[in-house]
């Protein structure tokens, strides 16, 4: 009797293993498509949406985000796109409560940063490099030029041929009056290479760079 017990032991064993390989497939699988799908919505919104509409449409996804973050407790990808849209929230609808969301966005990127710095191709140091110069500095904010910069250019060290880093580091440039040295950033940027998951986000920041570099074409 001991040869069976044995054999069915080990079998049980081998069966637990594949199963705990089958549930961290899983778990990913649904995580990346959590994350395609944030970012799917997140285009839409920000990009494709009447503006009359475009309130409802990130309360929506403020709450789909905040139910991935639930979901996935221990990773930064949701808190990152969490953050996102949050900040897009408030750049597109302002409002009394657009002070309170940018803030929030930031705790939602520096809570990231604890758990992975490196999600997402240094996402969480464009995020922040980009509501540290957008942001209002003190007293009405926590705006910070110097900040952002720190930020920007450590998203660039992370992602150097990224349309986004490229994209918000010149246009960072462009508030600081450095016209020519801007548009070699918004160039790069336009010339990043295509996201294949993302072509609503990529046709909309392009139409964003060709927009900025029109505004300097005259300045130097």
């Known amino acids: 009797m001991i040869k069976p017990l044995l054999t069915l032991t080990v079998k049980i064993t081998a069966l637990a293993f594949f199963a705990l390989i089958f549930t961290a497939v899983a778990y990913a ?44 407790p221990d990773k930064a990808e949701p808190l990152i796109w969490n953050a996102i849209i949050v900040s897009s929230d408030a750049g597109k609808n302002g409002g009394l409560s657009a002070l309170g969301k940018v803030k929030k966005a930031r705790e939602l990127l520096l809570q990231a940063e604890k758990i992975n710095p490196d999600a997402l191709h240094g996402s969480i140091y464009t995020s922040l490099g980009s509501l540290y110069y957008q942001v209002p500095g003190w007293p009405l904010g926590f705006g910070d030029d110097d900040q952002a910069e720190k930020y920007l250019k450590k998203a660039l060290e992370m992602n150097p041929d990224g349309i ?11 508030e600081e009056g450095k016209y020519d040295e801007a548009r070699k950033y918004l ?25 900025k570099l029109e505004k300097i074409k005259d300045k130097s």
Request: aromatic share 10%; no cysteine; charged share 35%.
């Open 29 to 72: 699988a649904s995580l990346d498509d959590t994350i395609q799908e944030l970012q799917k919505e997140w285009a839409i919104a920000n990009y494709e949406t009447d503006d009359s509409k475009t309130e409802k449409a990130f309360e929506d996804l403020t709450i789909k985000a905040e139910e991935a973050v639930k979901s996935f």
């Open 164 to 174: 986004d880093p490229n994209y918000f580091y010149g246009d960072f440039l462009i």
């Open 187 to 211: 160039n790069k940027a336009l010339n990043a290479p295509d996201r294949s998951a993302r072509p609503i986000a990529d046709k909309g920041r392009r139409a964003e760079i060709k927009a």
